[in-house]
């Protein structure tokens, strides 16, 4: 009576330890095929998710792509979101999130950044390199919305706003501009003739879907300060965010980034 009480009381053990076992060799082999979460500004969008698919091509692994101003994107990383590489389309961000110790490794530049000047089919604006049309517009007295990302946040927003000072256009034309949260949507403020055009990244510019739907020409780059954009992982990176972060320094990644109209530096870390 007793031995058989003993032996139920084995056979509930080894049983509630299976259990336990099974659980967390589930829950690791679930954990290892998480798809991180990447925040990249909004100016990479469409070149990233080539990119990305030709890693998952290559690879086999995924990841997920979460896109923003980096401004905005370093205050979610700040507060605690999960994402494991950060893609900026600068520097400044991502040498403030190394000082707060949110990173690992060493930052990358990984691309410099231009800006375009766009706007929609039927917009009276003529495009040049040196912003002489949107000067003209204004003294006519037909430019009343001009689209640019929000300089507060967004670096392309503060190119454009420098690009705008450095022609003396600034002033001049604060009451007609309309802030975009981020490149994105100051893009599709003209691509939807909300504005007359916008100062937006040549990357959006030249994506196909976007490119034939407007025109547009880029800017020189001598009127605003380079846009070199770098990237870093954060101390939540796993193994598959490693190896992106490592493909986006690859040849492969470097011709689809030409491809949108980004110049490639000498890749160095920082």
Do not use: C
């Amino acid at each position: 009576m007793n031995m058989r009480r003993f032996n139920g009381n084995r056979l509930v053990w080894f049983y509630r330890l299976f259990i336990a076992v099974f659980a967390l060799t589930f829950s690791a082999t679930s954990l290892s095929q998480q798809v991180p979460p990447i925040a990249a500004a909004a100016n990479v969008r469409f070149a990233m998710n080539d990119i990305a698919k030709q890693f998952t091509q290559q690879s086999g692994m995924q990841i997920r792509l979460s896109y923003g101003s980096s401004g905005q994107l370093v205050q979610q990383i700040k507060h605690g979101a999960p994402f494991q590489l950060f893609i900026s389309a600068d520097q400044h961000y991502v040498d403030w999130l190394t000082q707060q110790g949110l990173t690992q490794g060493q930052s990358v530049i990984y691309a410099i950044g231009r800006l375009a000047l766009v706007k929609a089919k039927d917009s009276p604006l003529t495009l040049d390199p040196e912003l002489q049309g949107v000067s003209r517009l204004l003294t006519q007295g037909k430019l009343s919305r001009f689209a640019i990302a929000n300089p507060e946040h967004a670096p392309y927003g503060l190119a454009a706003k420098q690009a705008l000072e450095h022609q003396g256009l600034w002033k001049r034309l604060h009451k007609e501009l309309i802030m975009g949260e981020n490149v994105g949507q100051a893009a599709q403020f003209a691509l939807s003739n909300a504005t007359q055009g916008a100062i937006i990244a040549l990357s959006l510019a030249k994506a196909p879907n976007y490119s034939s739907k407007v025109d547009y020409v880029a800017l020189a780059p001598e009127l605003h300060q380079p846009l070199h954009q770098a990237m870093v992982l954060t101390n939540k990176a796993d193994s598959v965010a490693k190896k992106f972060f490592l493909f986006l320094q690859s040849q492969t990644a470097q011709d689809t980034l030409r491809k949108y109209g980004f110049d490639i530096p000498t890749l160095k870390s920082h």
